[in-house]
T-cell receptor, first 115, second 112 residues
Framework: AQSVTQPDIHITVSEGASLELRCNYS??????LFWYVQSPGQGLQLLLK??????LVQGIKGFEAEFKRSQSSFNLRKPSVHWSDAAEYFC?????????????FGPGTSLSVIP | DGGITQSPKYLFRKEGQNVTLSCEQN?????MYWYRQDPGQGLRLIYY???????QKGDIAEGYSVSREKKESFPLTVTSAQKNPTAFYLC???????????FGPGTRLTVL
């Protein structure tokens, strides 16, 4: 069955430091891959997505992610974190099923930023 | 502007009452979804619909009901059978079942 794991429940970084959020998936074919961000009390906003082509994907707010097929990973990175990046981050996989296509969300990683 | 609207933003309900949460989209998307989110938790799928007049149960459908009479609307009813309905409810839509999902701002339901 398809699944998504985000090994880090919570991460704390200092403002200006680099950031990497991990995401691993289980799926037999090439999936669609997404990263979303959620501020407290808000809906989810798409940061970036990978469907095909260049495995390094640029997104909004200075984020990027790299699809590594051999590692079944799609880690999110940012070179310099800003205090406003503190939020919940969700990795998601779009997969084709036997009867329907669906998107599976990971459990999320909560990011705190120290000024 | 295209997008998804949810109303109301905050909703209070007495125990034993049914309540309906609204979700409307003008993105011309075929697929729509309802998720529940509890504090510190991820998203749990309640119901989804991939086409008008058709919908399927998600992982936690008990105590909830939906309808999909129009492409742009996917209301969720929280019934009195739902034992712990206090939560944050998110509606989303997408072009196809595995495509980018676009989310509404959410409705926070509190049972008094």
């Amino acid at each position: 069955a398809q699944s998504v794991t985000q090994p880090d429940i919570h991460i704390t970084v200092s403002e200006g430091a680099s950031l990497e959020l991990r995401c691993n998936y289980s799926y037999g074919a090439t999936p669609y891959l997404f990263w979303y961000v959620q501020s407290p009390g808000q809906g989810l906003q798409l940061l970036l997505k990978y469907f095909s082509g260049d495995t390094l994907v640029q997104g909004i707010k200075g984020f990027e992610a790299e699809f590594k097929r051999s590692q079944s990973s799609f880690n999110l990175r940012k070179p310099s974190v800003h205090w406003s990046d503190a939020a919940e981050y969700f990795c998601a996989v779009g997969a084709g099923g036997t009867s329907y296509d669906k998107v599976i969300f990971g459990p999320g990683t909560s990011l705190s930023v120290i000024p | 502007d295209g997008g998804i609207t949810q109303s109301p933003k905050y909703l209070f309900r007495k125990e034993g009452q049914n309540v309906t949460l609204s979700c409307e989209q003008n993105l011309n998307h075929d697929a729509m979804y309802w998720y529940r989110q509890d504090p510190g938790q991820g998203l749990r799928l309640i119901y989804y619909s991939q086409i008008v007049n058709d919908f399927q149960k998600g992982d936690i459908a008990e105590g909830y009901s939906v309808s999909r009479e129009k492409k742009e609307s996917f209301p969720l009813t929280v019934t009195s059978a739902q034992k712990n309905p206090t939560a944050f409810y998110l509606c989303a839509s997408s072009r196809t079942g595995r495509d980018t999902q676009y989310f509404g701002p959410g409705t926070r339901l509190t049972v008094l």
